[in-house]
T-cell receptor
Framework: KAGVTQTPRYLIKTRGQQVTLSCSPI?????VSWYQQTPGQGLQFLFE???????NKGNFPGRFSGRQFSNSRSEMNVSTLELGDSALYLC?????????????FGPGTRLTVL | QKEVEQNSGPLSVPEGAIASLNCTYS??????FFWYRQYSGKSPELIMF????GDKEDGRFTAQLNKASQYVSLLIRDSQPSDSATYLC????????????????FGAGTQVVVTP
């Protein structure tokens, strides 16, 4: 089985711009969770999508949004970028159908905001 | 109090020795527990998961869970230089409502350095 893929792998943006990141989960997986990783805050949960519905959302401002398509691919959007949004953005794929789901991470998108 | 706590390290381990990593969590209702390994500049890789009290072994790795004491640990036997990485403990609440199923809470990670 192919693993989780994320595009693009690297992004450089300036403050005020917006960005869209993409994640394709493992075939057959219906859940995609998004995380932000920074040296200071570690790995923090952004949100999770299951069958095109947002099931859970972390404590991030409304500038962070996402969606999921019928083929389970997910996108994450950050509007009005701030310097503090520079981070590694990771998506994780799981079946999403039990409370004991293992999550498998993609390679991440490294976002730098100048 | 952080929800998931780990010693940040670095934990220096001689090659061939056992590395012992600990993780405590605050929510007594947590149901599933995961250990991820993350090499510098890479994404986390799942190495172990455990749901029931006791030990679970997979190759050189053993995960131990004690729900009464709210801790989970990871042992790495016969440590190799390739085991040098940051190890992340993650916890899922796994409540009856599905909204928590996709959220993992991570500790800050323990850096392990295996010295030849």
């Amino acid at each position: 089985k192919a693993g989780v893929t994320q595009t693009p792998r690297y992004l450089i943006k300036t403050r005020g711009q917006q960005v869209t990141l993409s994640c394709s989960p493992i075939s057959g997986h219906r859940s995609v969770s998004w995380y932000q990783q920074t040296p200071g805050q570690g790995l923090q949960f952004l949100f999770e999508y299951f069958s095109e519905t947002q099931r859970n959302k972390g404590n991030f401002p409304g500038r962070f949004s996402g969606r999921q398509f019928s083929n389970s691919r997910s996108e994450m959007n950050v509007s009005t970028l701030e310097l503090g949004d520079s981070a590694l953005y990771l998506c994780a794929s799981s079946s999403g159908q039990t409370s004991y789901n293992e999550q498998f991470f993609g390679p991440g998108t490294r976002l730098t905001v100048l | 109090q952080k929800e998931v706590e780990q010693n940040s390290g670095p934990l220096s381990v001689p090659e061939g020795a056992i590395a012992s990593l600990n993780c405590t969590y605050s929510d007594r209702g947590s149901q599933s527990f995961f250990w991820y390994r993350q090499y510098s500049g890479k994404s986390p890789e799942l190495i172990m998961f455990i749901y029931s009290n006791g030990d679970k072994e997979d190759g050189r790795f053993t995960a131990q869970l004690n729900k009464a004491s709210q801790y989970v640990s990871l042992l790495i036997r016969d440590s190799q230089p390739s085991d040098s990485a940051t190890y992340l403990c993650a916890v899922n609440l796994g409540r009856r409502t599905t909204d928590s199923w996709g959220k993992l809470q991570f500790g800050a990670g323990t850096q392990v350095v295996v010295t030849p």
